[in-house]
């Protein structure tokens, strides 16, 4: 029997892989990774303008706001640097000619009734948000600045009042630091990275166990099959074959992102490319958080609960799917697992929102959910590893409930082809005893 | 030998096969007939060990049905269970492996059997490329590589041109020559009646009719009596017996409810003048399956 059953699993499996799909989506993927991660020579090869100027003309009518601007505008900070470069010019009149194309911006500076300024706009047409946000800051800190020199206040005390307030940071909790309070900006962008690959990987397992079962099914070979192995050898190889498969697409994934490092040579290229600069400052950014140590000694446990979890969603993909008789019914039996997915997704993206939540951690040991949501929230400190090794424990009992009973109902679904009264044979498959 | 000894088998209140019982030996082809939904399939599936019977015992050489056993029995499906991503080769390979053959042994006799069907070239080919006809021999062929002890076949004429009905015919009684135990099953009476010795007649789970062929149509009461003389429709009807008189031509077809009225009624036509033909004959198959089913039916 366990020779079947190698066999089945092995075909099941080369008939995934071997399949021209297959192969022009990894190659697809190859090229994909690769380039995402060489995006900036792929950017500088095809060349173009990267060092663009915004042209700021400024009418000043108050004669007092001109170099206040030109100040703030071209050496103001913001939160993160954007990369974007100004030249701040003084003009004697409106001269809308002058504004030619986008970067051409005039600003019209004029007194208002209260000894403040009005701002009058010109631009050719709509213009970069963060051009508008950095002029907009800047022209609001002078508008401070010449309410305040109307209180008869010293230069040396407007530049004292200007200056960001020093804060020193102290904690009370051991092995806190400053870095670490950037999660959740940080978070927001990691997330993603590794939840989304797994709730693909999830959402691939479910789709080929529901469509291997129901191509045996709709042509009838499971009769022939079945009668050769037990539904028990045809299902835990159906399982397997799509696990395996996952791990080896899993593997190419990481292959992919070393050829693509490969290339990439370890060369910091990006700041030689103003616009796309901020990559690599949020890569930095996450190199100070620290967030890689926490990362290196969580893998082994979240990659736990990752693959019972993966485990866990096929068996429920395999079950549901030998209770259908074709695609379109696997499809819409599935829909309550894909939502689950998702639920687990969007709440893993927000899960900076619910710090301090203890719902968001009661939800984090839920089966199912937990493999998506878990990762984000360990790595935020809201949840640790032994939240993690609970949530594996709850997997792996739901594992041996989907296996004890769903067999039963595997059983009688895969040699079942009609959908009448689907959910009373089911029920009473579920009575019936071994 | 095949042995299938009072077995029952019920789906809820519905019950698909009802105490049924027979023997196939080796050589034999047994003719399992029954209309749609008669229980045919669940007696197919119980001995393909898919289902458990509620009752009795279905045993192969006095062994009980298990997956040893299974890889000794060929089963064709009515509805085809091909796969049709599969080439032909891959296909048998498939099959073969699950009935515990080496790949070698499935190499092997594809060829040949590739070869006695006409379709050697067809091997690397995938099936669903391949024309209905075509599919029926690879589908046909899957159930024999193994070289089955037990072998169903579950309407295995269905689609096929009378070339192809010819070469199935071949196939099937060299598999009878070599000694496999042979089921059949089929809505065709004439290819029934040219094969099976036996025959068991099923009608809503129950036996109606079982036995062997001869016996079975010989035991059947009513005969047709073709009749060729100078005598009229109303005189035939008149007559003790005759259920019903056609006239087909010169010819008239008298249907009479048991054989003991033949000879009454020879005895009156032979007074007749012109008598050409009298002949006496059993009903075929396919009237008695009307007969029976459709009695049992009303």
């Known amino acids: 029997m366990s020779r079947k059953f190698w066999f089945l699993t092995t075909q099941s499996l080369l008939k995934k892989i071997k399949t021209k799909t297959f192969i022009i989506v990894n190659i697809l993927l190859l090229i994909a990774f690769s380039s995402l991660m060489n995006i900036d020579r792929i950017v500088l090869f095809f060349g173009g303008n990267f060092n663009k100027e915004n042209n700021i003309m400024i009418v000043d009518n108050t004669y007092k706001s001109y170099d206040l601007i030109k100040d703030q505008i071209e050496n103001g900070s913001t939160i993160i640097d954007n990369g974007l470069k100004f030249k701040v010019t003084k003009l004697d009149k409106i001269e809308k000619k002058k504004v030619k194309k986008d970067e051409d911006i005039m600003l019209v500076i004029n007194n208002n009734e209260e000894n403040t300024i009005d701002v009058n706009m010109i631009t050719y047409g709509y213009i970069d948000s963060s051009v508008y946000q950095i002029i907009t800051s800047s022209l609001n800190k002078v508008k401070q600045t010449l309410a305040i020199e109307n209180l008869d206040i010293s230069k040396e005390e407007l530049s004292k009042l200007n200056e960001s307030v020093s804060i020193k940071r102290e904690y009370i909790q051991k092995g806190k630091n400053e870095n670490e309070e950037s999660m959740e900006y940080v978070l927001s962008i990691v997330t993603p990275i590794i939840i989304f690959p797994f709730f693909m990987l999830v959402t691939l397992v479910i789709q080929m166990i529901g469509a291997e079962i129901n191509e045996e099914k709709s042509t009838r070979s499971m009769e022939i099959i079945i009668s050769n192995v037990s539904a028990k050898v045809h299902f835990f190889s159906k399982v397997l074959a799509s696990n395996l498969f996952v791990i080896i697409q899993c593997i190419l994934f990481i292959i992919y992102s070393l050829i693509g490092a490969l290339i990439r040579g370890g060369t910091p290229k990006i700041d030689t490319i103003n616009n796309v600069g901020q990559v690599s400052k949020v890569t930095n950014m996450i190199n100070d958080t620290g967030i890689f140590n926490n990362v290196i000694s969580y893998i082994p446990f979240v990659l736990i609960l990752m693959l019972v979890t993966l485990l866990g969603y096929s068996l429920l993909a395999g079950i549901l799917a030998s209770m259908t008789t074709n695609m379109e019914d696997f499809q819409q039996l599935q829909t309550p697992m894909m939502v689950i997915l998702l639920v687990g997704f969007y709440l893993s993206i927000m899960s900076a929102m619910f710090d301090g939540s203890l719902f968001i951690r009661i939800i984090s040991y839920i089966p199912f959910i937990s493999a998506i949501l878990s990762p984000s929230l360990l790595l935020s400190g809201v949840i640790g590893i032994k939240d993690i090794i609970l949530s594996t424990l709850l997997m792996i009992v739901v594992i041996y409930l989907l296996i004890k009973y769903g067999l039963k109902i595997y059983k009688e679904g895969i040699l079942n082809y009609s959908s009448n009264k689907l959910w009373k044979k089911m029920f009473k498959a579920l009575k019936e005893k071994n | ?298």
Request: with cysteine; glycine share 6%; net charge positive.
């Open chain 2, 1 to 298: 030998m095949l042995k299938v000894k009072n077995v029952s088998k019920s789906y809820g209140d519905f019950k698909a096969v009802d105490n049924l019982s027979f023997e196939v030996k080796e050589g034999e082809i047994f003719g399992l007939l029954g209309a749609n939904g008669a229980g045919k399939t669940t007696t197919f599936r119980m001995i393909m060990n898919l289902l458990t019977p509620d009752k009795g015992t279905i045993t192969l050489d006095n062994k009980k049905i298990d997956y040893d056993v299974t890889d000794k029995i060929g089963f064709l499906t009515e509805e085809r269970s091909l796969l049709l991503k599969l080439t032909v080769k891959e296909l048998m390979i498939y099959y073969g492996t699950l009935k515990s053959m080496k790949k070698e042994q499935i190499e092997k006799n594809l060829k040949i059997w590739l070869k006695k069907f006409k379709i050697e070239d067809y091997e690397n080919k995938k099936i669903k490329e391949l024309s209905k006809g075509n599919k029926q021999k690879v589908q046909f062929i899957s159930s024999i590589i193994h070289e089955p002890k037990l072998l169903i076949l579950d309407e295995p004429f269905s689609g096929l041109d009378p070339i192809n009905v010819d070469m199935f015919i071949n196939a099937i009684n060299d598999l009878k020559e070599k000694g496999t135990i042979i089921i059949f099953s089929s809505h065709q009476m004439n290819n029934v009646e040219l094969f099976c010795e036996k025959l068991l007649i099923l009608n809503k789970g129950k036996t109606i009719l079982q036995g062997s062929l001869k016996d079975i149509k010989n035991n059947y009461d009513e005969r047709r009596i073709l009749i060729k003389a100078d005598v009229t429709k109303a005189e035939l009807l008149k007559l003790n017996g005759v259920k019903s008189v056609i006239i087909k031509g010169d010819e008239i077809e008298v249907n009479i409810e048991n054989k003991k009225y033949a000879k009454d009624i020879f005895d009156y036509v032979s007074k007749k003048n012109n008598v050409l033909k009298f002949e006496v004959v059993e009903l075929s198959l396919h009237e008695i399956f009307t007969k029976e089913v459709g009695d049992v039916n009303e």
